[in-house]
Structures are given as C-alpha cells and as structure tokens.
C-alpha cells in the first residue's frame, strides 16, 4: 500500500475558506492512501491553556466565557462549512464532545489541584473537536476521490509514556497497534482522518506532545505506516532563511539534509516541531513543508541530502532565553562537575549553548515562567555567579571546514560593529553553525544584521540599508 501522510495546521485549519482548501488537497490525491493529521483550530489550544488557568485560580466565570468562546468557535464554522441538513448531525456530535469537556471542567472546579495528567485530558479536546469536523466535511465531498473515508482516534495507535505535557512515543507498541488497528482501516477506506499533538499511555491516559506536537504526531504516524512521504502544511512558503516577520526579504531553502532541519527547528524554526525531524530521519521518509494558499510553490523537501546547488545558509533563534553561569563546588575535579551540571539542570532545560571554562560552566536555556522554583529544585543554586535574561541566536551556514572558524569571527565582527555585544558563544570549529547571545532589546537587530551578511547576495546587499 503505497501511503502519504498529510498534516494541517494553524491557519489552515482557521476558517471555511482555509478548510475547504484543505478539502481540494486531500481529494486531489487519488492514486494513494492517505492519512491526514489535523491540529486543533486557529486559537483554540490557546484558550484550553486559558482554561487551566481559570481552573487553577478558581475563576469561575472566566471559566465560562472561555468555554462559550470555544463552543460559538466551532459551532459557528459548522454552520458556515455544511449545508443544513448536514450540519444538524455534525452539530450534534460537537454538542455531545463538548458537553463532556464542559463537564470535566466543572469537575476539576472543584478539586483543590489539576494535575498534568488532567491538563493534557482539557487541551486534547481542540484536535479532537477539529478532526471529528474536518472528517465530516472530507466525507461530504468525497465525489471527486476514490474510496470511503473514516476518522480514527490516535490515542488507539499511539502509545506514550505517562510524560504528561511533553510525551515520549512508545516504538514497539505504537507499531504492532497501528500494523493492528491503523492499516487495516486504511487499507480499507484509503482515506483516513486522525488527530495531532496527542496519544495515551498503556493505562489509557491522555497525553500530550508538546505545543506544536501535531507535526511530530504526523512523522511519527508516517515512519509506523511506512509512509513514501510526510507532506506538513501550512501558512508560509517552506522553512525560510529567517523568520518572515523579522526580514523583510526572506528565502525559501529549497532543501535541507535532516540534521539541517532538525537543527533549524531545534534553535527557533518555528514552521516545523523540534522533534518531529527524527522519525523520518530513522526510516529515511522524505519531509515536505508546503504552503496551503499557494500550492503551486514546491516548498522546502528534507531528506537524506540537501540537493542545493548554493550552500544553505539560514539565522534563526529564540528570544525569551537565560544565560546561566556557575561556578564549580569547592574541590570538584573541573574535568568531571560539568557533567553533573548538564545532566541536573538540563532536566526539561534541554541546553541551547554549552560552554566549559576553567571552574566554571555557563549554558543559555530556553525562560520558562517557572524558571527560579526550576532553579531552585536542581540543587545548584549556591553555585550560582550570575543569570540574567538573554536571547540566543543560531546561524546555519553550510561551509567548507577552514571557512567555518573564519565565518564565525565575521558574525562576532558584524554585531559588534552595530552595537551589539556578545553575552555567550558556542565555539564549534566542527558544526555548521554558530550559537550565540545577545541581550533581548537586541533581538531583532541582530537576525536582521546576520541575515545580510550571510543570506543576501553580495550584489543584492549594497540595495539594502542594515
């Protein structure tokens, strides 16, 4: 069975127009079976987020207003997207889906604490509301494709660690529940609508992958299915030199190698989920990023090999990030305390830059709002010499290994000479990119800076004014 896996989004899933452009994708694609892979609708995970909230402090009617807006959200796309007599059995499925999360809300009201586990049972709701409608309005223009369609809950086929919030797919499981129950629907019907960001522990616990989980939801399903590609749609043009919203004058990379990729997404790259490059990097399945409102462009293709005539060259990073330095606890060998270090404060603080001097380790972590009681609980806090606020950048530019070291230092040159010091830098005369820190004000400044200089040709830059 020969099997592409398709996954939406955002703002392709945000209003009749988007999702009945949805609806032409997937009924174009007549000669192989399908599964779509579908996020919650524009907004709505933000309002489940809001929910715990209300939950936590005990907010009652905010409580109430949010889950109105929710309800009105998908009630109102229902009447714009089906004919009436449609509508009143999609509407009505809604109501008894809804009801339910509306009542474990009121349930946990009244419970002293909402446990993670009970957090990733509220914001599962969103893609479980969008897919049950999307499949619906797949099912009522299925003229033009061949085969049936049918919806499937993930949490039957993805099976999680109880690692609420952040969940680790369980491989051997996953794999005999989709062989078992996935493809033989599949095969069956060659049109198959799921849900993203979610899954379910052996004890049938709800679990979430992380904000922006559906695209890992949508490579995983493609590596269990063996899929021939994973196609991630959404609202720009591909995975872009840098963020749109900052430069002005953006390229799209026509192909990236996985580590390319993974690294791009792993730094900041917010068109793909950090984790979603590994499932089809292990079983070698090709990765589109395609734009839902212009199908014509061919998007970014991921694979074994990049395929660029030019060097990829790309800047991208995060904004709300610390700078942490300690020192080392009095006699401690300097050769082994970093490594405890790394391994007590990367708990759920993945680092993004890692720097060894002497007595002393700095790193730069994602900000988390909890970041002081995180702080506290790793036991290093005495060995604490400073931690400030930052943001951490990370230049990707593909180069032979002797211009790597020379590349760097025109980065330090470039920013410095604009007013721009450096906090911290990874030094990496192996990597292909470069990861460094600047403070916050300087955020902006410094991609749109780094973009000239690496990602804009040399005749175009006199044009432009940094």
């Not at 995975?239 to 990729?261: C, F, H, K, S």
């Not at 708990?347 to 830059?353: A, F, K």
């Not at 007595?359 to 995180?374: A, G, K, Q």
Request: hydrophobic share 40%.
């Amino acid at each position: 069975m020969n099997i592409v896996v398709y996954k939406f989004g955002g703002s392709s899933v945000a209003d009749p127009i988007a999702l009945f452009r949805l609806v032409d994708l997937v009924t174009r694609e007549r000669n192989r079976s399908m599964v779509v892979v579908v996020s919650a609708l524009a907004g709505v995970t933000n309002n489940l987020v809001a929910v715990l909230e209300a939950l936590k402090d005990k907010r009652t009617q905010l409580l109430t207003d949010l889950l109105e807006e929710i309800e009105e959200q998908h009630l109102s796309l229902i009447a714009r997207c089906f004919q009436p007599e449609t509508a009143d059995a999609v509407r009505r499925e809604f109501a008894e889906e809804f009801s339910y999360l509306d009542a474990l809300c009121h349930n946990f009201l009244r419970q002293k604490k909402v446990s993670t586990r009970k957090h990733d049972q509220i914001l599962a709701f969103g893609e479980r509301f969008s897919s049950k409608i999307i499949f619906h309005l797949i099912r009522s223009h299925q003229t033009r494709r061949r085969g049936s369609c049918a919806w499937l809950d993930v949490r039957e086929v993805l099976r999680t660690d109880a690692h609420f919030g952040a969940a680790t797919p369980l491989w051997t499981e996953s794999q005999q529940l989709v062989n078992s129950q996935l493809l033989p629907v599949l095969d069956q019907h060659k049109l198959l609508i799921t849900q993203g960001f979610t899954g379910a522990t052996r004890e049938g616990f709800t679990t979430t992958l992380g904000r922006g989980g559906s695209d890992f939801s949508a490579t995983l399903l493609g590596a269990l299915c063996a899929a021939e590609e994973v196609q991630i749609w959404t609202d720009v043009d591909g995975i872009m030199t840098a963020d749109p919203r900052l430069v002005g004058n953006p390229e799209t990379l026509p192909y990236l190698n996985y580590n390319q990729a993974a690294t791009l997404a792993y730094y900041g790259a917010k068109v793909l989920h950090e984790r979603c490059v590994g499932p089809v990097s292990d079983k070698r399945i090709p990765l589109r990023v395609r734009n839902t409102f212009d199908v014509a462009h061919r998007g970014t293709w991921i694979g074994p090999n990049s395929r660029n005539s030019n060097k990829v060259r790309a800047v991208t990073g995060k904004r709300e990030a610390r700078l942490l330095t300690l020192n080392s606890p009095s006699g401690t060998q300097v050769g082994t305390w970093p490594v405890g270090v790394v391994q007590a404060l990367s708990e759920n603080r993945v680092p993004l830059g890692l720097h060894f001097a002497g007595h002393e380790v700095s790193m730069v972590c994602e900000d988390h709002p909890d970041w002081n009681d995180w702080l506290t609980s790793t036991g290093y806090g005495s060995q604490i010499k400073s931690d400030r606020t930052c943001s951490f950048l990370y230049v990707l530019a593909e180069l032979d290994p002797g211009a790597r070291q020379e590349m760097q230092i025109q980065v330090v040159q470039a920013l410095e000479s604009h007013g721009i010091p450096l906090l911290f830098q990874v030094r990496d005369s192996d990597a292909e990119g470069a990861g460094l820190a600047v403070a916050r004000e300087h955020f902006d400044r410094a991609v749109q800076i780094l973009h000239k200089l690496l990602c804009i040709a040399k005749e175009d830059q006199k044009l432009l004014a940094v």
